[in-house]
């Protein structure tokens, strides 16, 4: 099974993404992109077989990256990167950014 690259541009902000007419600047490490498409398979395979399963281990996929997600945007916030230039580093808008770096303050 594989992953559709469209889709994972769009999640991801893949380094082919211009392939697809996404702009990202800040593309994904090799090594992590590869394990987030080996999760992503191992996750849907397991989901047919055992959804019980696949739900815990999305739990805590969830729990990890809340926890991550508020350390890394605080390190940015921590930088002085504005909300517009994290914006376009995510390929997201402004406000998403600033939603992500003022909830990274509460950490």
Avoid: N
């Avoid at 809340?66 to 995510?90: F, K, N, Q, W, Y």
Wanted: hydrophobic content about 50%; overall charge negative.
């Amino acid at each position: 099974m594989s992953v559709e690259w469209d889709w994972w541009t769009v999640e991801f902000g893949d380094t082919h993404a211009g392939r697809v007419g996404v702009l990202v600047a800040e593309p994904l490490p090799e090594p992590l992109a590869a394990l987030l498409v080996e999760i992503t398979e191992q996750l849907t395979v397991t989901a047919a077989a055992t959804p019980l399963a696949a739900l815990r281990a999305v739990g805590v996929l969830e729990r990890i990256a809340a926890r991550v997600g508020r350390e890394a945007a605080g390190a940015v916030g921590d930088d002085g990167m504005s909300a517009e230039t994290v914006a376009t580093a995510l390929g997201t808008t402004r406000s998403k950014a600033l939603v992500l770096l003022l909830t990274a303050q509460d950490r």
